[in-house]
């Protein structure tokens, strides 16, 4: 299977720290976007993203960023 588009909603992305599916949620206080690493442990989270896309390729970025860094 190849890469998921950034665009599909049907597929979660991964946590850049603890590889957990993490879930991009609306918040309904500032109409934004965010998503949170459902693991206790681990503190990954990103908010204030205008859409579900820009949470998401957020995200990705954030997860590509952090492998970098540990090759």
């Known amino acids: ?5 950034v665009g599909d909603v049907r ?13 991009v949620t609306r918040d309904s206080g500032s109409e934004t976007f ?3 690493c459902p693991q206790n442990t681990c503190p990954a989270v990103g908010f204030g993203f205008r859409s579900r896309r820009r949470a998401r390729i957020a995200l990705k970025e ?3 960023r952090y492998q970098d ?3």
Not at 1 to 5: E, Y
Not at 11 to 23: A, F, I, L, M, N
């Open 1 to 5: 299977m190849g890469r998921n588009a």
């Open 11 to 23: 597929w979660g992305w991964q946590c850049p720290r603890c590889e957990t599916d993490v879930p």
């Open 34 to 36: 965010c998503w949170a």
């Open 62 to 64: 954030y997860r590509e």
């Open 69 to 71: 860094i540990y090759r």
